[in-house]
T-cell receptor
C-alpha cells in the first residue's frame, strides 16, 4: 500500500520569499511522484512529475522538486513566491508497475502569499 | 473537446435522492478515474476504468456508489439514496493506459446534499 504525508496543511509566505512544501511517501517500491496545484473552484493541474532519471525535476511556473530516495521525500520549492501562487498543492504517488495513473494523494497544503 | 469535461458543475440534491454525475474524458484516453474531494477526507480514489478490463472499484465507499463507462468513453457516477456525508467535489480524470503517463483532471462536480 502507498501513502503520502504533506507536512503543514497551511503555509504562509511573503511575496518574493522561498516557497517550500514538504512531501514524504511510503511505498513498497519506488513510486512515481507528482505535484498538482488546485486553484479555487478548479480541477487539478500537474506542476511536475518524477518517474525515472534526474532526481531534480523542473515544472511549470518556476517550481521544482527533488526526489530523495533515502529520505522518501519529494519536496516542492520555488525560489520566489508570486501572488498567483496562492492555491492548494497536492503531492501524489502512483505505482510504476501499473499501467495508467491511479494516484494516492497527500492531504494537501494551502499556500497563502502575503504582499 | 480539449480537456476533461464534467457536468453538472454544481448539484444540490435532497437527502435520499439519487444523483448522476457525468464525465467526458479526453478523446483517445482509455483510462478514466473518479476521485472524491471532501473537507474531512481529502482526495480519495473511487474507481478506475482501464480500457476493456474490469474496473478497479476498490475505492467505492459503499454499495450506494456505482459507475459505468459506455463505449469506452463517457462515464457516469451514480450515488443512490444520497446522504449528507456524500457532499463533496467529485473529480474525474483521464489518461492513456501506458507506463509513465499523466492524468488530466476535469473541474469537478460540487455535490451538496441537503
Amino acid at each position: 500500500a502507498q501513502s503520502v504525508t504533506q507536512l503543514g496543511s497551511h503555509v504562509s509566505v511573503s511575496e518574493g520569499a522561498l516557497v517550500l512544501l514538504r512531501c514524504n511517501y511510503s511505498s513498497s517500491v519506488p513510486p512515481y511522484l507528482f505535484w498538482y496545484v488546485q486553484y479555487p473552484n478548479q480541477g487539478l493541474q500537474l506542476l511536475l512529475k518524477y518517474t525515472t532519471g534526474a532526481t531534480l525535476v523542473k515544472g511549470i511556473n518556476g517550481f521544482e522538486a527533488e526526489f530523495k530516495k533515502s529520505e522518501t521525500s519529494f519536496h516542492l520549492t520555488k525560489p520566489s513566491a508570486h501572488m498567483s501562487d496562492a492555491a492548494e498543492y497536492f503531492c501524489a504517488v502512483s505505482d510504476p508497475k501499473a499501467a495508467g495513473n491511479k494516484l494516492t494523494f497527500g492531504g494537501g497544503t494551502r499556500v497563502l502569499v502575503k504582499p | 473537446g480539449a480537456g476533461v469535461s464534467q457536468s453538472p458543475s454544481n448539484k444540490v440534491t435532497e437527502k435520499g435522492k439519487d444523483v448522476e454525475l457525468r464525465c467526458d474524458p479526453i478523446s483517445g484516453h482509455t483510462a478514466l478515474y473518479w476521485y472524491r474531494q471532501s473537507l474531512g477526507q481529502g482526495l480519495e480514489f473511487l474507481i478506475y476504468f482501464q480500457g476493456n478490463s474490469a474496473p478497479d472499484k476498490s475505492g467505492l465507499p459503499s454499495d450506494r456508489f456505482s459507475a459505468e463507462r459506455t463505449g469506452g468513453s463517457v462515464s457516469t457516477l451514480t450515488i443512490q439514496r444520497t446522504q449528507q456525508e456524500d457532499s463533496a467535489v467529485y473529480l474525474c480524470a483521464s489518461s492513456l493506459i501506458r507506463y509513465n503517463t499523466e492524468a488530466f483532471f476535469g473541474q469537478g462536480t460540487r455535490l451538496t446534499v441537503v
